[in-house]
C-alpha cells in the first residue's frame, strides 16, 4: 500500500548511508494540484498519434514515513547549487538519436535549463542540483531545444531527490528523480550495473545537450542536441591537484580546454555508447554535475583542462529501482 502527502513541498530524509530501505528512500520534493490538468503530450516519431491526455496529480509515494523525519523545503535549499552546464566544443546529434535525453524546462516550449535520461517510462533521471530551477516539463526525445515541433512533451508531477544529497561533500549523491504526470512512449535508457562494471578506465563515453557552441559575449545555444566525446578517469587522478574531492557517488571524465560542458546543462547524460542504431545499447553511466578549481565553479572548458565530475549511476542502482518500480497516479 502506498502512503502520499495531500499538499505543500515536503523533505523526507532517511538517515542510512550505506544500506538502502524501501520504506525510506528518498527526500521526496513534490508539486500537487488536487484538480484535473490537461498534459500536453507531443508525439514523437516513435510514439502513437495521440495529443492530449488528462489526469489528475496525486501525492507523491512516502511509505513507512514514521520512521522518517519530515521538514518544509524551501527553494533556497539548493539557492548555492553549482552552475548548470552544457556541451561545448561538440558536434550535432543526428536526428532520431539519442532519444532518450530529457530537456528540463519551466514550460512546455520553452528553452532546456538542465538535462537527464529517461529511465522508465514514467521516471526522468537528473541531478539534483537542477531542482533549484522550477521544474515543470521535459521534453523527450526531441531534436531541439526548445519548443514542441518533435519528441514529447510532458509534465512533472514529483520530484525525488536523493536523502544524502550535498553529504558528504557539497555535490555528493547528486540525484534527483522527476515522476511524470503521463508516461512516455519513448524507449528509456540503460543504467550502468550496480557492481560499476560498466566502468574502465580510459573508455571513451558522451554526454548530450543543447547550450552554448562557444564561450564569451556573444555565445549563443546550440538550436539541436550535441554531443562531445570524454575519456573516464580515475577518482585519484580527478583528485590529484588537490582542488578537487570526490567520493564513492562521484565519476570523473578528464578536461579538455574549450570542450566538454558549458552554461545549462547540469544532469545531462554521460553514457557509453554502442553501435546499435537505435541506441539501444547504449549505458548511462552519470550525469553531469560540476567541475571545480580551488572551489569555484568553472564552465566551459575555458582556460584549463580541469576534470568533470559526474554522479555515478552505479553507485544508486538500488534506490534507483525502489523509485522507478513505484508510480503515486491513482
Known sequence: MKTC???GFF???YSGRTSWHPMAMARVLYRLDPSPLSNSHTPSPHAPTETTRTMKYAPAFIAGIAALAVTVLTTTTFAD???RKLVLGGSAVPRGRKSYY????????????CGGALISPKHVLTAANCVESDIRWVSIGSHYNNGSEDGEQILVAAVIIHPNYTEPHKFSNDYAILELAVASSIKPAKLAKADDSDFKVGAIVNVV???LLSEGVGAVDAHELQRVDMTLITNQECDADGRTATDMSMVCVAGQISKGWCDGDSGGP???ESSDDDDSGDVVIGLASWRSDGGAVHGCGRGKSLPMINARVSHVREWIEAIRTTSCFV
Open 5 to 7: 502527502f495531500t499538499s
Open 11 to 13: 523533505l523526507a530524509r
Open 81 to 83: 547549487a553549482v552552475e
Open 102 to 113: 530529457a530537456g528540463l524546462r519551466n514550460t512546455m516550449e520553452g528553452r532546456n535549463f
Open 209 to 211: 545537450g543543447t547550450g
Open 270 to 272: 554521460i553514457f557509453i
